[in-house]
């Protein structure tokens, strides 16, 4: 392979594993925000030592992974200088301004407040250690924000002169940078997403005890049940609406990337909506093709006649645009992952309203079976959360810079395909490393479950008891 190629694996394999932790992150941390705040309004009755130590023991969890976001979120930025300084050197005038934010303000409270959240708990006042792990969320998801921005901009790049003679782009606007209308439905399809990661590993925790224990469980996994099954169902449906209108934003400004999810090959006034489809790529279309009439126009522009351009008519009119060469991403890839994508988001929902049900008849306990099917829920919106960056990503090949810069210029000319190797055989030892000691802290706590007493008031002299580690 050559040394782009290796680029572009260590980046998507480096990017996927950190995306495997961000979701998890913002999602957990403000989950456990939740928690905590139904602990200090309930503080005087016994639901709220019940809320008090269910944050405690999903505090923990979420700490392991937050370091394990912290660790892999470095070596993913490092890489613009180091893989693709030429991609660097062309955007970084505009891409540089909200990843710098997402240090300077974002990570700031990010650090700063979990900080005083793990280590002020018997020093701050109740409203203020609260208040703390809010700051703290409310850095994950600001974070988001701006690094999304960013990439939102590779999408649909705004707010940009293009300077020839230097060859590279220049901010004018850091407003339409930041509100982007990429960026505007993004952002909140990525929360819903991080909602819906975050309440999944709730639910199967709890679900994996419930299963256990069964009439005798721990209340803390009922009441996080119940919490984890609504914020699920309701981002399951959120998720839905928003990605239904990004994916109408997306044909406007990328009718390739629509037209690759649906191996759509020829524009239609009626464009159907694939179920199945097997492709010749080289013959540009379909050998079986399985489809729903109309869907894919209503889904993209609401409308059964609305027309849809196909993948032939964009990469003839690109190839006029920009000049000779092929516009055409990895099309299975692209129509699978689109459709994983959704599937996995739709079981995940299913799963939960199938909780819910059984919830509501009085015999969850009494369940195994729908009980075991929810222990394994946390991996349904991972592998959503994986298959849809790998659809944002992969589709908008041969495109760096959507219409800006190609991919195959953007890479570092000064590093050799031995070196990228090496590096990429070294992380990804390093992140299997990570991985597997993460898993392992996650699942001890996880099966350890929340300690059954609180920790003994500063000053105390009773020493016998189980005190509740954060760290």
């Known amino acids: 392979m ?34 905590q705040t139904l602990a200090y309004l309930k503080r005087a009755t016994p639901a709220g030592e019940v809320w008090d130590r269910s944050s405690r023991f999903w505090g923990r969890i979420m700490l392991v992974i937050f370091a394990l976001g912290v660790v892999t979120g470095i070596v993913q930025e490092f890489q613009f200088g180091m893989n693709w300084s030429a991609y660097s050197r062309f955007v970084g005038d505009i891409f540089g301004a909200p990843l710098a934010m997402e240090g300077l303000i974002a990570f700031f409270l990010e650090s700063t407040f979990l900080g005083l959240w793990i280590f002020g708990r018997d020093i701050l006042t109740p409203r203020l250690h609260l208040a703390s792990i809010w700051l703290a969320a409310l850095g994950t998801t600001i974070s988001a924000y701006f690094i999304l921005a960013a990439n939102s901009f590779m999408q649909h790049p705004v707010g940009l002169v293009y300077d020839a003679a230097k060859h590279r782009v220049e901010l004018t606007s850091i407003w339409k940078v930041l509100f982007n209308s990429t960026q505007l439905v993004t952002f909140p399809h990525t929360i819903l997403a991080a909602f819906m990661t975050g309440s999944a590993i709730l639910l199967s925790v709890s679900a994996w005890h419930l299963r256990r224990d ?36 997306m044909t406007d400004q990328q009718p390739m990337k629509m037209a690759a999810a649906e191996a759509l090959w020829n524009t239609d006034d009626h464009a159907p909506f694939s179920l199945f489809a097997y492709a010749d790529v080289s013959q540009g279309h379909n050998k079986i093709d399985i489809t729903v009439p109309d869907g894919l126009s209503i889904l993209a522009k609401n409308r ?89 990503e992969t589709a908008r090949q041969p495109w760096l810079v959507y219409g800006l810069l190609k991919t195959s210029s953007g890479v570092s000319t000064n590093v050799s395909s031995g070196v990228v190797l090496a590096s990429l055989i070294g992380f990804s030892a390093l992140y299997g490393v990570l991985g597997v000691i993460c898993f392992r802290m996650v699942r001890r706590i996880a099966i350890e479950g929340p300690a059954t007493t609180l920790p003994p008031p500063p000053g105390s002299d009773v020493i016998d008891e189980p005190v509740l580690s954060l760290v």
């Open 214 to 249: 069964g009439e005798l469980v721990d209340l803390v996994h009922r009441k996080v049940a119940g919490l984890a099954v609504g914020v699920l169902l309701v981002s399951v449906v959120g998720v839905s609406i928003v990605g239904h209108i990004q994916g109408q934003i």
């Open 2 to 35: 050559d040394a782009t190629t290796l680029a572009r694996w260590q980046f998507a394999s480096t990017t996927v594993y950190h995306f495997l932790i961000v979701p998890l992150s913002i999602g957990l941390t403000a989950l456990v925000a939740v928690m």
């Open 304 to 392: 059964p006649g609305a027309t849809v351009q196909g993948i032939n008519q964009v990469q003839a009119a690109e190839a006029a645009k920009y000049g000779p060469g092929s516009y055409i991403p990895v099309v299975w890839l692209a129509y699978w992952c689109f459709r994983l994508m959704i599937g996995f988001g739709v079981l995940a929902g299913l799963v939960a309203f199938g909780v819910f049900v059984q919830w509501r008849r009085g015999k969850l306990t009494t369940s195994p079976r729908m009980l075991r099917l929810a222990t394994w829920t946390v991996a349904l919106p991972l592998a959503a959360n994986s298959a849809g960056w790998l659809f944002t």
